[in-house]
């Protein structure tokens, strides 16, 4: 979502001083068009209330075109420029223009020659190297050209190309300028239909890019996935990360708390855990900190400190220079030293200026990529256990100019710790390619080595990878293997025939690498073919199909093996002992969709589902095949952290309940205010009377229904929480006793049952009976007519341990557990990257269920630091395993 009745901009921050953030149920004030930057009226970043009765101009000169011949590529910021992007009248101050014009070309959005005249005196007067401007005459709305202006690509043939998206703004205007800038530069232009916006992008190069989910919801008629291939035919982005917002309002985009640095490193903001922010952005950190690279290791995290809001990320790389807002805080010397530390050998400059909180240097300044640059590309070397080879080093050089590599130019260059002196490689072309290779040396065990490489061609061009070569090297040490695989996986719950074959899932991780995983299976007893799992690119997760043929009635067996590359192999087996088990079914109880993406619910339900004996799948995709499920429990999050279903996803909702089918629905906007509404609502007999408030602290059972005598304290998304009334056969079931408003209502149609609340379930909070999440989910499901008998009669006790709650935390979760039998059991917590940190139970415990509180220390009782744990339970040789995620 990105626009209300009230529209979501941000308050005027100049660098005497920083509005306070808005509390999470307003909205901050509006920013008047008539408000000054530099003595020239200017429309803010954000949407005036002029321009949100003029939604129907966004795209309206927008030229759509075929992608470009592919694989397209999108440099990052970090790769070689020849040129930067303003707009006169300035929205920057002279000094900094002054600052771009000496090493690249100042491009200069003018109107008409006496804009020209002006901006000519202007940079003139204040010393400014006129060498190095240029001029592009076009008309605009705004000075925002990182959010309008073009992004550069190299396409199939090896040329530059320009990626045109539809501005995000009714600014026609502003929309066009790419493909003016095309023309006027002789660059072919490539319009995608997708509504985006530079300032809410950023790309690695190498086929990885970031956004918020504002991309989503900017681009209701198409599904992520949708999304992801256009991404890719335009820009060659293969992973899109769309994450979380991290606030309630404002305009959403990326670079206002986040910075890739390099294809590994990224710089993040931090704030007081105090800070309304605070959990958010720590969920995004979190989660980043589980992806991969496409250097395929761990991105490594700089954090920036931003206690007053101020832009410190969204700062602009040209080359060999850093460009940092100053906000006028006693925190400022401290961000230029964090970019210093991060980015070793680099000049990093900082500047006052008009800043916002979120709209700072990188929004006002649009970079110009070197079509003709020397590209080198390399994945840097891990650390190994060999000390007996050479270490490879291989690496792509590319002279897109065409002017030829300078013979023996490309090098490697390579010293060690003890040796510090550099040792150049000349690097051996491979026939017929652009790749080249050199071996580095067997060290010894416990040697750091250090290196980069370079290369020159007969344009005069050099280039180094890393950008700053000897002042910031790729690194890697030759240890000793040590350790085995660490294997997290939730066993598998009952599996659908109609959908086999299943897909196995595992996190597996290694202290150096790891070199095979395998799913091996058995269908009745039956051994089946080992199964490579192969790993998902840009995460530590490996996943394979199950092999062979199954049916309802079936039972299968499995386990996962991996094993590291040590010499011999070290080899962790999922469970230790004994093999996970499975049913295949013709139908499953429940279906659990959660696409919220700050998931709250799915876990709780899962959890008591679990305890009543019912089979249930979890997913974060819409289902393909609804009808095969008894019960939808679906989980749309409340704002901002909500998830808004489109126009197929309500339909075929509506089918399925059309079908005879059955569904739990919560969602803080979805009732009132999300567009799809309209399709749905009357199936669930609910009317959407409001968009609703932040007061609901209490949720209140009605008398006369399944929920009378129950009332929940409520700690879950508490933003725009919808005020629903029932219609029809519907009844209110819940009402928040604050404004006597419903937030829960039941429709007992004649062909389908269904329940919507405009809370989440897992921020009830249990209280005394009957007035606990498990009553109300038994109630629900005696409603849709599923019986909760517990577990079958018959089926023996398995090993059980649920996901901790609450997830995440800060510092205390709970883990609850069953035990099949009496006996020794251990739990422990390990690391993302496989560490052992506590160890909470190694002990004999009787049979049954069990619970233990972790605090967040290691077995020497300090506190460990944010980020993914995984805790696995371990009893008679068989292993379970959830993840949870620590906050501070």
């Given at each position: 979502m990105t626009l209300r009745t009230a529209t979501l901009l941000?308050?005027?921050?100049?660098?005497?001083?920083?509005?306070?953030?808005?509390?999470?149920?307003?909205?901050?004030?509006?920013?008047?068009?008539?408000?000054?930057?530099?003595?020239?009226?200017?429309?803010?970043?954000?949407?005036?209330?002029?321009?949100?009765?003029?939604?129907?101009?966004?795209?309206?000169?927008?030229?759509?075109?075929?992608?470009p011949p592919g694989p397209a590529r999108n440099p990052g910021e970090f790769e070689p420029m020849t040129g930067v992007i303003v707009r006169y009248p300035w929205g920057n101050p002279l000094s900094l223009l002054v600052e771009y014009a000496e090493d690249?070309?100042?491009?200069?959005?003018?109107?008409?020659?006496?804009?020209?005249?002006?901006?000519?005196?202007?940079?003139?007067?204040?010393?400014?190297?006129?060498?190095?401007?240029?001029?592009?005459?076009?008309?605009t709305n705004s000075i925002w050209t990182r959010d309008y202006g073009p992004w550069f690509i190299v396409n199939g043939n090896n040329q530059q190309g320009i990626v045109d998206h539809v501005y995000n703004r009714p600014r026609p205007l502003d929309d066009v300028i790419p493909a003016t800038i095309g023309t006027a530069w002789g660059i072919p232009v490539y319009g995608m239909s997708l509504t985006h916006t530079g300032g809410n992008y950023m790309s690695d190069g190498r086929g990885i890019a970031m956004s918020s989910r504002l991309v989503i919801d900017e681009n209701p008629s198409l599904t992520p996935a949708q999304i992801d291939a256009t991404m890719e035919s335009y820009l060659g982005i293969t992973q899109y990360e769309k994450l979380?917002?991290?606030?309630?309002?404002?305009?959403?985009?990326?670079?206002?708390w986040a910075k890739l640095?390099?294809?590994?490193?990224?710089?993040?903001?931090?704030?007081?855990?105090?800070?309304?922010d605070y959990a958010r952005i720590e969920a995004n950190v979190a989660y980043i900190s589980t992806l991969t690279s496409s250097w395929g290791r761990p991105y490594e995290i700089v954090r920036v400190y931003t206690p007053n809001n101020e832009p410190y990320t969204n700062s602009?790389?040209?080359?060999?220079?850093?460009?940092?807002?100053?906000?006028?805080?006693a925190w400022d010397a401290a961000a230029i030293a964090t970019y210093q530390a991060a980015m070793p050998g680099y000049e990093v400059l900082g500047f006052t200026g008009s800043w916002l909180s979120d709209d700072a240097i990188h929004c006002r300044a649009m970079g110009v990529t070197d079509r003709y640059m020397l590209y080198i590309d390399h994945v840097p070397l891990f650390d190994t256990a060999d000390s007996e080879n050479g270490y490879r080093v291989r690496a792509l050089v590319d002279d897109m100019i065409g002017a030829g590599l300078i013979a023996d130019s490309v090098r490697v260059h390579w010293k060690t710790s003890s040796a510090p002196a550099w040792t150049p490689v000349v690097m051996t072309a491979i026939a017929g390619t652009d790749s080249f290779y050199a071996d580095i040396p067997a060290q010894n065990v416990g040697t750091d080595v250090f290196y980069y490489v370079s290369a020159a061609d007969n344009s005069g061009r050099r280039e180094r990878h890393p950008y700053m070569g000897a002042a910031d090297p790729h690194d890697f040490s030759v240890l000793v293997d040590t350790q085995a695989p660490v294997i997290a996986h939730t066993p598998m719950p009952a599996q659908l025939a109609s959908t086999w074959p299943p897909t196995a899932s595992a996190t597996v991780t290694d202290d150096i690498a790891?070199?095979?995983?395998?799913?091996?299976?058995?269908?009745?007893?039956?051994?089946?073919?080992?199964?490579?799992?192969?790993?998902?690119?840009?995460?530590?997760?490996?996943?394979?199909?199950?092999?062979?043929?199954?049916?309802?009635?079936?039972?299968?067996?499995?386990?996962?093996?991996?094993?590291?590359?040590?010499?011999?192999?070290?080899?962790?087996?999922?469970?230790?002992?004994?093999?996970?088990?499975?049913?295949?079914?013709?139908?499953?109880?429940?279906?659990?969709?959660?696409?919220?993406?700050?998931?709250?619910?799915?876990?709780?339900?899962?959890?008591?589902?679990?305890?009543?004996?019912?089979?249930?799948?979890?997913?974060?995709?819409?289902?393909?095949?609804?009808?095969?499920?008894?019960?939808?429990?679906?989980?749309?999050?409340?704002?901002?952290?909500?998830?808004?279903?489109?126009?197929?996803?309500?339909?075929?909702?509506?089918?399925?309940l059309n079908g005879g089918g059955n569904v739990y629905m919560e969602g803080g906007d979805c009732w009132a205010y999300d567009s799809a509404r309209t399709i749905y609502n009357g199936h669930f007999g609910i009317n959407g009377t409001s968009d609703g408030t932040a007061d609901l602290s209490t949720v209140l059972g009605q008398a006369g229904t399944f929920t009378a005598g129950m009332s929940f304290s409520y700690t879950g998304g508490n933003s725009y929480i919808d005020h629903i009334a029932p219609v029809g056969s519907a009844f209110a079931v819940f009402r928040n006793p604050a404004d006597n408003q419903g937030c829960g209502i039941a429709n007992p149609a004649a062909s389908y049952k269904t329940v919507g609340c405009s809370f989440e379930f897992g921020g009830l909070v249990n209280g005394a009976p009957p007035s606990t999440r498990k009553a109300l989910l038994e109630e629900i499901l005696g409603f849709f007519g599923i019986g909760t008998t517990g577990v079958p009669a018959g089926t023996a006790p398995r090993l059980a341990l649920r996901q901790n709650s609450p997830n995440p935390f800060n510092p205390v979760t709970t883990l609850a557990f069953e035990l099949p039998t009496a006996g020794?059991?251990?739990?422990?917590?390990?690391?993302?990257?496989?560490?052992?940190?506590?160890?909470?139970?190694?002990?004999?415990?009787?049979?049954?269920?069990?619970?233990?509180s972790w605090g967040g220390t290691d077995d020497e009782g300090a506190q460990v630091a944010s980020g993914v744990y995984f805790f696995r339970l371990t009893q008679g040789g068989e292993t379970v395993s959830v993840k949870g995620v620590l906050l501070k």
């Open positions: 941000v308050c005027l921050a100049l660098v005497a001083g920083l509005c306070p953030a808005a509390p999470a149920d307003q909205t901050p004030p509006e920013k008047s068009v008539a408000e000054t930057l530099e003595g020239e009226r200017y429309l803010p970043i954000g949407l005036t209330p002029e321009e949100e009765g003029m939604l129907h101009l966004i795209g309206r000169d927008h030229r759509r075109t075929a992608p690249v070309t100042l491009w200069v959005i003018v109107a008409n020659s006496s804009q020209q005249t002006s901006a000519y005196n202007d940079l003139q007067n204040a010393g400014c190297n006129m060498a190095h401007v240029g001029f592009i005459t076009a008309s979380p917002y991290i606030q309630t309002s404002g305009i959403h985009h990326i670079d206002c640095l390099s294809p590994g490193t990224i710089l993040i903001r931090s704030v007081p855990s105090t800070h309304t602009l790389i040209l080359n060999d220079k850093v460009f940092v807002p100053l906000y006028g805080t790891v070199a095979a995983v395998t799913l091996e299976s058995w269908i009745n007893g039956a051994r089946q073919p080992d199964a490579a799992m192969a790993r998902v690119p840009g995460t530590f997760r490996y996943e394979c199909a199950f092999p062979g043929s199954a049916g309802a009635g079936d039972a299968v067996n499995y386990r996962i093996v991996a094993r590291d590359a040590a010499t011999p192999p070290h080899e962790t087996v999922s469970p230790a002992a004994g093999t996970h088990y499975f049913g295949v079914v013709s139908a499953v109880d429940v279906v659990i969709w959660e696409p919220d993406p700050s998931p709250l619910s799915g876990a709780a339900i899962g959890a008591v589902l679990s305890e009543l004996g019912l089979s249930y799948e979890y997913t974060t995709t819409m289902p393909s095949n609804l009808a095969a499920y008894r019960a939808a429990f679906i989980c749309l999050g409340i704002y901002s952290q909500n998830y808004a279903l489109s126009t197929s996803q309500a339909n075929a909702i509506v089918s399925y020794p059991v251990e739990l422990s917590v390990y690391s993302g990257s496989g560490r052992k940190v506590a160890t909470l139970v190694d002990r004999a415990l009787p049979a049954g269920p069990h619970a233990i």
